[in-house]
């Protein structure tokens, strides 16, 4: 490993953090970088809510859980469906008492020829819109100084947001479609922080790039200069497993470091800058109150935009 043979809590220097009485609701987390988030955050103490849409992996992943002395529970949803990411967000509210940090890592990189119910493509539904979805719909089960990790990527330096262009399926590629809707994640994150901390709430919201894992559907599709772009930018997206991309989700769910700390993006567990285009603020307030027209449900937090 690029890291070495570490957990991700190690990697991130918070194997010593304990988070026992906390909740951590992880998407995706039945493989890859979600589940070793999902191991690591239930190692350091908390009780961790799965999700995923094969029920199978989840109880695996539940029962590995377990076996770490977590208080560990699978929950499904398909994010392609609407219904099914309201469904998931009551199955959590009956289940839990509050959340303390909500990991939005479910997505993936996808034919975008294809539309989902709504009429979208498939990566800006299931990447942004069905996470903006679920965490307004948790907002109110949230604890006092509950954290929103947001899993983005360094893809999104690489595009800009044409709103029309993002929510229309196209001709473009595959890796185009997929660096908008992580661009879009970036959006989601910084306009959801914004208008928290206009509200006045203690909750924080920041997003990542994760690295880029040898074998994913995501490295498949890299353009070979990305690479070497990532490099220069002292993110190095390369990474070898999928507990080195767990780290930095790891260390925003635990770290006492970034206490208070909302509206930023990270990478290899510190602050980066992201690219011009992903700190537009007037883009951030579009994608959001367009997210919600598509949605047909009310503008969230309308009255702190």
């Avoid at 199978?56 to 990411?85: I, K």
């Avoid at 709103?163 to 809707?181: H, N």
């Avoid at 980066?272 to 047909?296: H, I, V």
Wanted: glycine fraction near 8%; hydrophobic fraction near 40%.
């Amino acid at each position: 490993m690029i890291l070495g043979e570490r957990d991700p809590e190690v990697k991130a220097g918070v194997q010593g953090v304990d988070m026992s009485g906390q909740t951590v609701l992880v998407t995706g987390s039945t493989n890859g970088l979600g589940r070793q988030a999902a191991m690591a955050i239930g190692r350091l103490g908390a009780d961790v809510v799965v999700h995923g849409r094969d029920r199978t992996a989840g109880e695996s992943a539940v029962r590995e859980l377990a076996d770490l002395g977590s208080d560990a529970q699978f929950v499904s949803a398909d994010y392609a469906s609407v219904e099914d990411v309201r469904e998931m967000a009551d199955d959590v509210r009956e289940s839990v008492d509050e959340i303390d940090v909500l990991c939005n890592n479910a997505g993936g990189l996808f034919d975008d020829n294809e539309t989902t119910e709504l009429g979208l493509g498939k990566h800006f539904h299931i990447n942004h819109l069905s996470p903006y979805l679920l965490t307004t719909e948790l907002l109110d089960t949230l604890a006092p100084e509950a954290r929103i990790v947001t899993t983005s990527s360094i893809g999104h330096r690489v595009s800009s947001l044409n709103l029309d262009a993002l929510i229309e399926p196209g001709p473009f590629s595959e890796w185009a479609a997929y660096c908008r809707s992580k661009l879009a994640n970036i959006h989601f994150s910084n306009e959801l922080a914004r208008r928290l901390a206009a509200a006045g709430s203690d909750v924080t919201s920041n997003s990542f790039h994760p690295g880029i894992i040898p074998g994913s559907e995501f490295s498949r599709a890299l353009p070979g200069p990305i690479q070497q772009f990532g490099d220069l930018l002292g993110e190095v997206p390369l990474t070898d497993s999928p507990e080195d991309g767990a780290a930095t989700m790891t260390y925003l769910a635990a770290s006492d470091s970034v206490d208070g700390v909302t509206g930023e993006y990270f990478a290899r567990c510190r602050q980066r800058r992201p690219a011009p285009d992903a700190r537009d603020e007037t883009a951030q307030r579009d994608l959001w109150k367009r997210s919600a027209d598509l949605l047909d449900i009310q503008e969230p937090l309308a009255e702190y935009a």
